[in-house]
């Protein structure tokens, strides 16, 4: 009797291995496409820390943006619903701080601003590394405070166009690396000399470039798998 019972013990025991080790597979599985997961109806909210450089003529008789100032350190941030995995729509924002020109006085400050509205596009949103590419626009400042007194050119920014690479490390955090490029258009200013702001003459399009690695935290929403579950 005890060597039937033995014999039935492993027999089961041989036959549940193959169910628990395909268990333990789902499980696993599971958790890496909880890990690469792409986010749905999510608020999402990025910091970004990069370089920045601005080049080409104002415009008038203004000094180039390279005779004015060199590149500098910019912070980046964010603020966009994800209305799909593919798809943001939101805010952005940067602030910079440059280095000196040739032209620019040895004691002065050298900032610049941005502000407008974007729309990002994901390629891949369930693939752990996730190719996007964003589209904005909107408002410029830029600023160079001097021992005599301070500059200010405000514009617009008529195209900014950024690419990066999401690689996702849960549903709620990914990190990327970013480059992009916005052309920009300065329309007004007020210099040091000056009481008012003007018209700048014949303004060019001048061009900023950057790059950098920003964090994304996506808030409030949905995972895809979640998102099609639910529709199931």
């Known amino acids: 009797m005890n060597r039937r019972i033995a014999f039935v013990s492993i027999i089961v025991a041989a036959a549940a291995q193959p169910a628990l080790a395909q268990q333990d597979a789902e499980v696993a599985a599971t958790a890496v496409r909880r890990a690469s997961g792409a986010p749905a109806r ?48 939101g805010l ?55 021992p005599a007194g301070t500059d200010v050119r405000h514009g617009l920014d008529l195209a900014r166009v950024q690419v990066g690479v999401d690689y ?25 000399q000056q009481g008012s702001f003007s018209n700048i003459s014949d303004p060019n399009v001048n061009f900023f470039f950057f790059g950098g690695v920003m964090g994304r935290f996506d808030l409030f929403g949905q995972t895809a798998q979640d998102t099609r579950v639910a529709s199931n």
């Open 168 to 192: 996702r490390v849960s549903p709620e955090f990914s990190v990327s690396p970013y480059v992009g490029a916005s052309a920009t258009m300065f329309l007004s200013q007020e210099l040091a």
């Open 42 to 89: 999510a608020w999402e909210f990025g910091v970004g820390l990069g370089y920045s450089q601005g080049v080409g003529d104002i415009g008038g008789n203004s000094p180039t943006l390279t005779d004015l100032t060199h590149g500098g350190g910019e912070v980046q941030l964010n603020v966009g619903y994800r209305i799909d995995p593919h798809w943001l729509v």
């Open 92 to 146: 952005y924002g940067t602030a910079g701080k440059y280095s000196l020109g040739s032209l620019t006085p040895d004691g002065s400050d050298v900032w610049s601003a941005t502000a407008g509205v974007q729309a990002n596009y994901h390629l891949l949103p369930d693939q752990q590394w996730d190719p996007w590419i964003g589209l904005g626009g909107g408002w410029r400042g830029h600023w160079i405070s001097k």
